[in-house]
């Protein structure tokens, strides 16, 4: 080959990729394609994706903005005035804070996309975060992917939380620049009261760390529980922020639309890179969006009540397997310690795949969130209250040898990834059978 020589051609990959800590979740995932492929029915409680339809008045919103061509063209990276207006309402409404749309408010593409580019806006090398252990790996991987370092603290919800954070802070040199605070919390579904978060703004205060609160459960709620606001605190704007979305309380997952809202400089840093990085979303789902905030308090209501009956059927099932389950007031989660006889000395990575392997039922491991996640296993609300029974019969025969009940026929229907490598190409559907993955 002209110019050729033997050395074989080799693509290397950036520090920031190499860096990253090991994806734990990819043995489930990849079993869990395997069993689908050979015709198996899983159960997904694995990762906390949505089922249930995003709203209807939206999505009627959504095709009729789609048909008027002057809203084909890039919008902006911020998101449109109107959708942070709406942000502000709601945020006065719900919480009773006061936000200024044009400083104190960002759309972003999901929080997730706001979260990792945050990060990129405010940390660099030599920087560290502190960080709850469990937590969703995101708020790990965006801080490593930054070039910045985690450093965990094991995860509370109380002042002896709030005391190993300072002793971390008092401690540590450089002093950590970031707090990562995430209630209700994904994994563990912890909460917390407007206390918390007074002392948070306390401690961020005396030692001059900034606060993110992620908010991604905050209208997911049970019972009597409303779940406070870090914003709504006395001095939290001078402090932090807060991401929030539409994913969970409106099922518009898919959609990617969430808010960075708060102190005007944390907001300002991540409109300046998302400004170089990307031109806003859609405006019809912009627009749509208004509207689902504008109308979309009961059915948010309804949202909840849906998962705390799937919750209840799930605590109380759990408890019969011989399980002790702390029955969560917010979140998407059930936070489970494996009953030691069902764990026979696994960690929960093993025990997960075993569950799979044997059962039918995914559940993402606790390991995959951290170390102090070791002997809980995550189980998400996202099938209905039959499939959840079905889930705890397959586990209860797994697991305690009892005999394995006949599925009735409604559930053994195929899911729709079943068909996938036989099925016509369909242009309706966007299920190309990869889309669950654990960890989420
Ligand atoms: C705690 C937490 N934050 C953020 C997200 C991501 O949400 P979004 O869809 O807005 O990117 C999730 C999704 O599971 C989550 O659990």
Redesign the pocket.
Known sequence: MAGGNDIPFKIEVSSRIRRLPPYLFARINSLKAQKRRAGHDVIDLGM?NPIDPSPDFVIDKLAEAARDPRNHRYSASVGIFNLRREVALKYKRRYGVDLDPETEIVATI????G?SHLMLALLGAGDTVVVGDPA?P?HMYAVALAGANVISVPLGNDEAFLQRIEHVLKNLYPRPKLLIL?YP??PSAMTVEPKFYQQAVELARQYNVLIIS?F??GETCFDTYHAPSFLATPGAKEVGVE?S????PYNM?GW???FCCGNSEMVRALSTIKGYYDYGHFAPIQIASILALRKGDDFVARQAAVYQKRRDVLVSGLRKLGWSVESPRASMFVWAKVADQHLAGQGTIDFSLRLLEEADVAVAPGRGFGENGEGFVRIALVENELRIKQALRQMDAALNGRKKHQRPSNLSAKTPTQDHASAPLDVTSADDGRSSVVG?
Request: aromatic share 16%.
């Open positions: 906390g999901g929080s997730k996309e979260f969703y995101i995430n919390h994904n992620d991604a459960y991401f979305t539409m994913s969970k997952a990617r639309v969430g989420g």
